[in-house]
């Protein structure tokens, strides 16, 4: 499957070549038309979705929507045949040790793009999902069952505003299993393009689980996040600590604006000199935040990656001007 990365990411790849329109270091580093991996294909459903691209910063940009949505659906495509007449998934590589447009589930240099958190999402050991018929289930990877759960599901249109009434359910899930908890199905009076948010809860409230949607009845519906009510996020750093040759800190991502943030995307950069810091681990990426919603996200990074200057956390959503913390 094609994957865009990242803007800089690209950049590296380009090189000394004009990085847009696509041309000779792209096809160097596997566009074949030509080939199984269709790249075309894979650059109109991202137009289809979000409208004509105008450079590699707005293509990267949009391309992370169909990356983490591609990746989830495998992943969550698995869980939903569990043991069914699926033990497994695998891809054929996870990256190619060289820069390339094809299977980048993180890239040569360590960025990450919305490939490897629609991957992660969904291979959460405790996850919820729903497939396109809203047909919602918890999943159960470990060995230990899940006791007094609760699934409840949330429908919202881009500002925020709750459509109809929220389900819920509690549940129990055995070992390595799945529970069906309820259908959240299409109904005439949705939006063609609204949120499906699932959250899966412990017995004692916490919550275990996350999972936003973008449903849309068709791909062209989603350009309506193009006129989506602008938003604000912003970031707040928490204690940065060491264990041995790793740095940790803890960060607080708000949306402080009246509308739905959309992929919220987390960069570490250093203060200094602007620099990714890579490779970057965050435990979280490409956060759906509501109206007034916040997460807490881990961060971590080898020491030697940033041994002058400070840590500096860039946040921006598909629908904000970039914040910066530090």
């Known amino acids: 499957?094609?994957?865009?990365?990242?803007?800089?990411?690209?950049?590296?790849?380009?090189?000394?070549?004009?990085?847009w329109p696509i041309r000779g270091a792209w096809y160097y580093h596997d566009w074949s038309e030509h080939g199984n991996q269709a790249p075309q294909t894979y650059k109109a459903a991202v137009e289809a979705r979000l409208g004509a691209t105008t450079g590699l910063d707005d293509f990267a940009r949009k391309a992370q929507f169909v990356n983490y949505e591609n990746t989830r659906a495998m992943f969550e495509a698995w869980n939903a045949n569990l043991w069914d007449n699926a033990s497994?998934?695998?891809?054929?590589?996870?990256?190619?040790?060289?820069?390339?447009?094809?299977w980048q589930t993180y890239d040569y240099?360590?960025?990450?793009?919305g490939t490897y958190y629609g991957a992660r999402s969904a291979c959460e050991p405790l996850h919820v999902q729903a497939d396109p018929e809203g047909r919602v289930i918890a999943v159960n990877h470990t060995r230990d069952g899940l006791k007094h759960a609760v699934v409840t599901a949330q429908l919202v249109d881009l500002t925020g505003r709750r459509l109809?009434?929220?389900?819920?359910?509690?549940?129990?899930?055995?070992p390595a299993a799945t529970t069906k908890a309820f259908t959240t199905a299409w109904t005439d009076?949705?939006?063609?393009?609204?949120?499906?948010r699932?959250?899966?809860?412990?017995?004692?409230?916490?919550?275990?689980?996350?999972?936003?949607?973008?449903?849309?009845?068709?791909?062209?519906?989603?350009?309506a996040l193009g006129k989506a009510p602008k938003t604000k996020v912003s970031a707040t750093l928490g204690r940065v600590s060491r264990s041995g040759n790793r740095t940790q800190l803890t960060a607080t991502v708000r949306n402080q604006g009246p509308a739905v943030a959309a992929m919220v995307r987390l960069s570490l950069k250093n203060g200094a000199t602007g620099r990714r810091v890579l490779p970057t681990l965050y435990s979280h990426n490409y956060l759906w935040l509501l109206p007034g919603e916040s997460q807490t996200v881990t961060l971590s990074w080898p020491t030697r990656a940033l041994t002058s200057?400070?840590?500096?956390?860039?946040?921006?959503?598909?629908n904000s001007r970039p914040a910066t913390a530090s």
């Open 164 to 174: 109809g009434t929220d389900k819920s359910a509690r549940l129990d899930v055995a």
């Open 198 to 223: 699932l959250t899966l809860a412990g017995g004692d409230g916490r919550v275990l689980s996350r999972n936003t949607y973008w449903r849309y009845r068709t791909p062209a519906a989603m350009q």
């Open 309 to 318: 200057g400070r840590p500096l956390l860039e946040v921006e959503a598909y």
């Open 88 to 102: 497994g998934l695998m891809l054929w590589m996870s990256h190619p040790a060289w820069h390339s447009t094809v």
């Open 1 to 19: 499957m094609p994957v865009v990365s990242t803007a800089a990411s690209m950049r590296n790849m380009t090189g000394d070549e004009p990085e």
């Open 189 to 196: 009076d949705l939006p063609d393009l609204h949120l499906l």
């Open 109 to 113: 240099d360590f960025d990450v793009n």
